[in-house]
C-alpha cells in the first residue's frame, strides 16, 4: 500500500514527481548532446580536403593552378563558408559571405588570383595565379571551413624560368685565333653549361663564364665564352641545361676552311650533312643549316666579328622538354 501510495502522489504531481521529470529531462538532454557531438566529429573525420602532395612547379611569367579540393554534400551554401589562401603568413586571396574580399588580400597580390566560383558547388576550391613571379614561391596553405567542418593543409611551391634561345657571338681576332661567345638571358634558376668537341671530350674547363642575376627580377643571364685555334677543323657542341623545367638546348658549330676561307656551320645534331658551296655568302640549305664565312686576311684586319641568334622564328624556338611528356 506504501508503494501504492508513493505512484499515487507521483501521477498527482507531488515534489517527488517534479524532482523526476526534471532529472529525466536533464538525461535526455545529454544524451541529445551526446549523440550531436558523436555525428560532429564522425563528420570531422570525414572532412578531408585534398591538396597537392609533391612540390608544384610554377613558370615565370605564366598562370599556375594552385590545387584544394573539399567534400560537400547535398547543396552547397556559399554565405556559411570560407576560402583562405595564405602564403607563409600573407594573405593570398579570401572568400567568405559569398564572395571574394580583396580588402583582406595582400596587395603583391592584387589583381593576380582568382577562385573558380562555378566549381565551388563541387567542392572546388583551386586558386588561379596569374603573371607568376620568383618572389611567388613558397609554402601556400588553403583553409576551407564549411557546416560539414573545417580543415587547413599546406603544400610548396618552386618557380623558374625558361632560358631564350641563345645567342651566337663569333670573333676572329688579330692573331687569328677564334673567340666564340654564346649569351642567353632571362632564364632561373642558373642553368649547367657544357662545351664539347668533337660531341665527346669535355672541354668545359677550357672555358670561361660569367653569370648575372636582375636585381630587380632576379633572372639570370649567363655568358660562355670559348678560344680556338685559327685552323680548327671540328664540332663544337654547346649544352645549356636547366634541369627545374626539363629544358635542353643542344647546338653545333661546325668550323671548317677551305680556299684561304674559314667556314662556321649552326645547327643541331640530327641535322644531317650539307652540300660543301663555299660561296662567301650565307647558305641557307633546305636543312635550315646556317653556314657563314670567316675571310682570313692574313690577321691584317683589325676584327672580323660575326653575331648572329642560333635559330630565330617559330620553328627554332628552344626545346622545351617538361616532365611528363611522353616523347
Not at 508513493?6 to 551526446?34: E, I, P
Not at 562555378?118 to 601556400?140: H, P
Not at 640549305?285 to 622564328?313: C, I, Y
Amino acid at each position: 500500500m506504501a508503494s501504492d501510495a508513493h505512484v499515487w502522489k507521483l501521477r498527482r504531481g507531488g515534489g517527488n514527481y517534479k524532482r523526476f521529470q526534471n532529472k529525466a529531462r536533464h538525461v535526455l538532454r545529454t544524451s541529445q548532446r551526446f549523440h550531436l557531438l558523436k555525428r560532429r566529429k564522425q563528420a570531422r573525420r570525414e572532412f578531408e580536403i585534398s591538396v597537392p602532395t609533391r612540390v608544384q612547379m610554377g613558370v615565370y611569367g605564366e598562370s599556375v593552378l594552385l590545387s584544394c579540393t573539399f567534400p560537400v554534400s547535398g547543396s552547397w551554401e556559399s554565405d556559411s563558408s570560407v576560402i583562405t589562401w595564405q602564403r607563409h603568413l600573407e594573405v593570398v586571396h579570401s572568400f567568405f559571405h559569398g564572395r571574394d574580399q580583396p580588402a583582406y588580400q595582400s596587395a603583391r597580390y592584387a589583381g593576380r588570383t582568382s577562385l573558380f566560383h562555378q566549381e565551388m558547388k563541387n567542392g572546388n576550391a583551386s586558386l588561379r595565379l596569374d603573371r607568376t613571379t620568383l618572389e611567388d614561391a613558397g609554402e601556400y596553405t588553403c583553409s576551407i571551413s564549411t557546416k560539414l567542418g573545417s580543415q587547413r593543409k599546406s603544400f610548396s611551391l618552386k618557380v623558374a624560368a625558361f632560358y631564350p634561345e641563345p645567342r651566337l657571338h663569333i670573333s676572329v681576332l688579330n692573331d687569328g685565333h677564334l673567340e666564340v661567345l654564346v649569351t642567353s638571358e632571362g632564364g632561373y634558376p642558373s642553368p649547367s653549361l657544357q662545351w664539347l668537341v668533337g660531341n665527346e671530350t669535355d672541354i668545359t674547363n677550357n672555358t670561361h663564364t660569367q653569370l648575372m642575376q636582375d636585381q630587380h627580377t632576379h633572372l639570370y643571364s649567363v655568358n660562355s665564352k670559348l678560344n680556338l685555334s685559327g685552323s680548327i677543323n671540328s664540332s663544337i657542341t654547346f649544352i645549356m641545361k636547366n634541369p627545374e623545367l626539363g629544358q635542353e638546348m643542344r647546338r653545333n658549330i661546325d668550323f671548317f676552311s677551305g680556299q684561304g676561307t674559314r667556314f662556321t656551320q649552326l645547327h643541331t645534331a640530327a641535322l644531317g650533312r650539307t652540300d660543301g658551296d663555299e660561296t662567301p655568302d650565307v647558305l641557307i640549305s633546305h636543312l635550315r643549316t646556317l653556314a657563314f664565312p670567316f675571310l682570313s686576311n692574313g690577321g691584317k684586319n683589325k676584327r672580323s666579328v660575326f653575331e648572329k641568334q642560333l635559330w630565330t622564328g617559330r620553328d627554332f624556338l628552344p626545346h622545351r622538354k617538361l616532365t611528363g611528356d611522353s616523347q
